[in-house]
């Protein structure tokens, strides 16, 4: 005789359950998200305030004398130490450059001089051919210490 297939006869088999799971609403979630993402990533890299140049950053020692460029509030430009006009960075660093390719370049830029006026600079330097090129700014983990 065949067993009795009513529920009644055995309380162990029941019907039995799948365990499939669904992944439909995780592939629907996961477009959504992709598509906020996309659509909020440009909006995270343009138009935010920033007041700079201060950092607590700590200072890289430098493996040779750097050669240091610097930009007053005014817009004066300074190579060491002497005053000079930003068309004449070309002339003036070039030879600087061939002689140690590797010169480590540091612009001081005042912190109220004009973005024109350094990119003017950082073009003029890219035209002598200076390839490590850093902008200093204040270091704020040492309040005591010399500005940068």
């Known amino acids: 005789m065949l067993p009795d297939p009513s529920p009644s006869a055995d309380p162990l088999a029941g019907p039995r359950l799948q365990a499939d799971i669904n992944m439909t609403p995780f592939i629907d979630v996961m477009l959504v998200l992709l598509i906020i993402f996309m ?7 343009a138009g935010v305030p920033l007041s700079l140049p201060q950092t607590s950053a700590q200072a890289v020692p430098p493996a040779q004398k750097p050669l240091v460029v610097s930009v007053t509030g005014e817009g004066q430009v300074f190579l060491a130490e002497q005053p000079i006009q930003p068309e004449q960075i070309p002339a003036l660093v070039a030879p600087m450059i061939q002689n140690a390719p590797d010169t ?3 612009v001081r830029g005042d912190g109220a001089v004009d973005y ?4 003017r600079v950082l073009a003029q330097l890219g035209q002598a051919g200076a390839v490590r090129v850093s902008l200093l700014t204040e270091n704020q983990a040492v309040p005591d210490g010399p500005a940068h």
Do not use: F, H, I
Request: proline share 7%; glycine share 0%; hydrophobic share 85%.
């Open 104 to 106: 480590a370049v540091y």
């Open 116 to 119: 024109a006026v350094m990119v």
């Open 39 to 45: 659509v909020a990533a440009p909006l995270m890299v």
